[in-house]
C-alpha cells in the first residue's frame, strides 16, 4: 500500500522536479518511514503529496505566492472564525426567522448540529494558529468550513440555482478563501507565536467583526443598509488602495501591502457579491461563472507568482 | 517595532524557526535529507519532526535564496541523494540570528537574576 501510494505522492509533482528529485524524495521517504506505523506512514505521505500540489499549483516555499499566503495565515485563521463567530450569533435570529437555517433545523436536526460543530472548530482553529499550533489550525479549519456549509450543501438539489450558489458564496465564500489561505502557506514559513502572529490575530478579528456585521443580514435583498454602505466603500476603497501600492512594492521586495491586499480580498468579493445580489437586477446570474473564474484566476496568480525568487533588499542576503 | 520588520520578505525577518533549525543542522558539516530531519529532532530535542515534503519545500527556498547549496550526491541502495550545505551567505546570516538570539538570552537573564535578587529592607539605612 505504501509503494503505490508514495509513487501517487510522487505523481503530483511537476514532472522537471520528479525527474531531479525523485529518487532523493523516496530515499528520504523511506528511510523517514522505516519502522512506523500506519498512522505516521500516512502523515509524512500526506505531507510529500502536499509538496508535490504545492509545486504543482505553484505554491512552493521558494516562490512569492507562498511568502505571501505565510504572511496571511494567522490573519485568515481569526477572520476565518469571525465568520463562523457571526453564523452562530445569527443562530437564534435566523431560527426565528424562517430562513433556509431554519429549515434545516426543524427538517434535518443532526445537520444544524454539525454546522453548530464547524462553528466551534473555526474557533478552536483560530485559537490553535495564535498559539502557534499550525497542524490542528490546518486540519480543523477547512473540517470546521465542511461543517459549517451544511446549510446549502443540504440543498444539494438546488445548487444548479444561480440564486442558492450566490448565496453560498456570500455566506461562506470569505470563511472558504481564508481557509483556502491558511492551507497555502507551507509548513516551513509558519513558525511559533511571534508578534506578528498577534498582530495578523487582531486584524483577522476586526476584519471578522466586519464580517459579523455584514453576516447579520447576508441573504436579504435590502442587505447594504446606509451605514453598511459607508464600510462596503471603505473596503472596497482600502483594498483597491493596497493593490496599487502591492504590485510596485512587492518588486522592490516590501511584502507587506501585498499580504494586506491578499487578506482583504474575501472582504472585497464579499462585498462586491453582495452588491451583485442586491442592486443588481438579474445579475446573480454571473455566480456560476464566478465560481468557476476566481479560483481558475487564483491558481493563475499564484502559478505566476510562484516560480519567481522574492526579491531582496537586504544586502545580508545575497 | 521598526516598520521594516512589517513589510520586508520572509528571508530578512527573524528566522522561522523550521529554517533556524536546518541552518543550525548545516553549520557543522554538510548533510543529506534524512540526516537532517535526524540533526534537527536532535537539536530540538524531538520537538520539531520535519517530514519529508516539509523538507524539501524548506530545502527547495533555501537552494534558491542561496543560503545553502549542494555540494555533493552518491548514490545509496541505487537512489541519488544530494548532500547540502551551508553557503556563504547562510553562514552570515546563521552567525547574525545566533547573535542575536545570545543578546535575547543574555538581556533575559539579566533580568531573571535582578528579580531574584532580594528587596533592601527599610529601616536599614545608614
Known amino acids: 500500500m ?5 509513487r501517487l505522492a510522487l505523481a503530483l509533482h511537476p514532472t522537471g522536479y520528479r525527474r531531479e528529485w525523485g529518487e532523493e524524495l523516496t530515499a528520504t ?16 505521505l500526506f505531507d510529500l503529496a502536499g509538496h508535490g500540489l504545492r509545486l504543482r499549483v505553484g505554491l512552493g516555499s521558494a516562490g512569492v505566492a507562498a511568502q505571501l499566503t505565510a504572511l496571511v495565515a494567522p490573519f485568515a485563521a481569526v477572520a476565518a472564525a469571525g465568520e463562523a463567530l457571526a453564523h452562530l450569533i445569527m443562530l437564534p435570529y435566523l431560527l426565528r426567522q424562517g430562513s433556509n437555517f431554519h429549515w434545516v433545523w426543524s427538517a434535518h436536526p443532526v445537520l444544524g448540529i454539525v454546522q453548530i460543530v464547524g462553528l466551534l472548530l473555526a474557533l478552536a482553529a483560530a485559537v490553535a494558529a495564535t498559539l502557534g499550533r499550525w497542524t490542528p489550525a490546518r486540519v480543523l479549519a477547512p473540517i470546521a468550513l465542511l461543517a459549517s456549509c451544511t446549510t446549502g450543501l443540504s440543498s444539494l438539489s438546488d445548487i ?75 473596503a472596497i476603497a482600502v483594498e483597491l488602495a493596497l493593490l496599487v501600492a502591492a504590485v510596485p512594492l512587492l518588486l522592490r521586495g516590501w511584502y507587506g501591502p501585498a499580504a494586506a491586499a491578499l487578506a482583504g480580498t474575501p472582504l472585497a468579493l464579499l462585498v462586491f457579491l453582495t452588491v451583485l445580489e442586491g442592486f443588481v437586477g438579474g445579475a446573480r446570474n454571473v455566480a456560476p461563472v464566478l465560481a468557476v473564474l476566481l479560483p481558475v484566476a487564483a491558481l493563475g496568480l499564484a502559478h505566476r507568482l510562484g516560480h519567481r525568487i522574492p526579491p531582496s533588499r537586504s544586502s545580508r542576503v545575497r | ?46 520537538r520539531v519532526k520535519l517530514r519529508t515534503g516539509t523538507l524539501y519545500g524548506a530545502l527547495d527556498r533555501l537552494l534558491g535564496q542561496g543560503l545553502i547549496e549542494v555540494v555533493g550526491e ?10 547540502y550545505a551551508l553557503s556563504g551567505s ?31 529592607q527599610p529601616g536599614f539605612a545608614s
Not at chain 1, 521517504?29 to 509524512?44: H, K, Y
Request: one cysteine or more.
Open chain 2, 74 to 83: 552518491e548514490v545509496v541502495d541505487g537512489r541519488a541523494r544530494k548532500t
Open chain 1, 160 to 234: 444548479l440555482n444561480s440564486r442558492t450558489l450566490l448565496m453560498l458564496l456570500i455566506e461562506h465564500g470569505p470563511q472558504a478563501m481564508w481557509v483556502l489561505f491558511l492551507l497555502a502557506a507551507p509548513r516551513d514559513l509558519l513558525g511559533p507565536p511571534s508578534w506578528r502572529t498577534r498582530l495578523g490575530a487582531l486584524a483577522g478579528a476586526l476584519v471578522g467583526g466586519v464580517i459579523i456585521q455584514f453576516g447579520f443580514f447576508a441573504g436579504e435583498p435590502a442587505f447594504l443598509r446606509e451605514a453598511t454602505q459607508y464600510l462596503a466603500l471603505t
Open chain 1, 29 to 44: 521517504f523511506t528511510e523517514s518511514t522505516a519502522g512506523a506505523d500506519r498512522w505516521a506512514v500516512a502523515r509524512e
Open chain 2, 90 to 120: 547562510g553562514r552570515e546570516l546563521l552567525a547574525a540570528e545566533a547573535e542575536r538570539l545570545r543578546r535575547i538570552a543574555a538581556q533575559a537573564e539579566q533580568r531573571l537574576a535582578a528579580a531574584r535578587r532580594p528587596a533592601p
Open chain 2, 1 to 46: 517595532m521598526p516598520v521594516d520588520d512589517i513589510c520586508s520578505p520572509v528571508t530578512e525577518r527573524t528566522l522561522q524557526e523550521p529554517t533556524l533549525l536546518l541552518l543550525t543542522a548545516l553549520a557543522d558539516a554538510p548533510r543529506h535529507g534524512y540526516a537532517l530531519i535526524q540533526e534537527v529532532s536532535a537539536i530540538s530535542d524531538g
Open chain 1, 2 to 6: 505504501s509503494a503505490r501510494a508514495l
